[in-house]
């Protein structure tokens, strides 16, 4: 079970707003000091009531989702590599981590995830809080492979696996805090039925799993530098692609639309890994966005 969680952070509702922000980057604004129950309020502008809420059990169902999707559950790959990359990506959500000199298309998450857990006041290691300027300190992957079985690693991986309630909060918190950008970038005439789908898949705990996952693995879709041949991938992409049929759930029609979205990613990729590795685990990935057999109750 994921650990860590603060029962009132747990059921906070978020409104979307007319005239937020809606930059590129997932994370333009620092997270608030103040305690996590206090930050969340807002004024409703648009009408809609897009709510995004879990019970703890339900909050160590979707953690757990998320850990298995990027890990398969195993605490090695709290920190990793990939093949492929240029950057290393850490917890249970892979968040990435760009090295000194590193400026990928990517938008970067981990600096942020830090960021809230030193807010949270998580014992982040003492190298990690010192470490100026906040870049991997790793240049590249073989450079990373050759320190993989060091201390600093070990302290790292060591404090990633204690810490994967505040991890899970983190991206419940950042999916929450997206869902106002994505409906303000939409064009102007389909941002009501943008809302609809976010409004239906709030409503269970599968489509909030759905919408946590994929914000976190994907993005929210705004990033101009995530784009091939000018089609982005993100959560906006998909809302955009969704068509539902009359008696098709939300869940599977954002499951269908995500998978059209990434196979289109995958086509128009320079770099063939995408196509023949990538895809089919971004595929199968999709197909755990469905509701719990046994839904978490408490």
């Not at 930050?39 to 009531?49: C, H, K, L, N, V």
């Not at 992957?141 to 600093?152: C, I, N, Y």
């Not at 994505?182 to 039925?193: F, I, L, S, T």
């Not at 809302?239 to 869940?251: D, G, R, S, T, Y």
Request: proline share 6%; glycine share 8%; aromatic share 10%.
């Amino acid at each position: 079970m994921v650990k860590g969680f603060f029962p009132l952070i747990l059921l906070l509702s978020f409104f979307i707003l007319s005239g937020c922000d809606s930059g590129p980057e997932k994370e333009e604004t620092a997270e608030s000091s103040q305690p996590a129950e206090e930050a969340e309020t807002a004024a409703p502008a648009s009408g809609a009531d897009i709510s995004l809420a879990l019970k703890p059990a339900q909050m160590d169902w979707v953690g757990q989702k998320i850990f298995q999707n990027e890990c398969a559950g195993k605490l090695q790959c709290l920190v990793h590599w990939n093949e492929g990359e240029a950057f290393p990506s850490l917890g249970i959500g892979h968040f990435i981590w760009y090295p000194e000199g590193v400026n990928g298309r990517f938008v970067e998450s981990f600096p942020k995830l830090i960021q809230y857990m030193t807010q949270r006041q998580a014992s982040v290691p003492d190298w990690l809080v010192n470490l100026e300027p906040f870049d991997a300190p790793w240049p590249d992957r073989e450079t990373f492979l050759e320190a993989e079985d060091s201390t600093r690693v070990a302290e790292l991986r060591e404090f990633l696996a204690g810490t994967q309630g505040l991890q899970a909060e983190f991206i419940f918190r950042r999916a929450r805090e997206s869902l106002d950008k994505v409906v303000e970038a939409a064009p102007e005439q389909h941002r009501e039925r943008v809302t609809q789908h976010l409004v239906e898949l709030s409503a269970t705990p599968g489509g909030v799993y759905a919408l946590m996952d994929y914000v976190n693995f994907k993005g929210e879709g705004l990033a101009q530098s995530e784009r091939y041949d000018g089609e982005g991938w993100g959560l906006l992409q998909v809302l955009l692609e969704m068509k539902p049929e009359k008696e098709q759930a939300a869940l599977d029609a954002f499951r269908s639309a995500a998978g059209e979205v990434l196979t289109r990613r995958a086509e128009n990729a320079e770099n063939p890994i995408e196509r023949e590795r990538w895809l089919p685990g971004w595929l199968r990935r999709l197909e755990t966005y469905r509701e719990p057999s046994e839904a978490p109750s408490s």
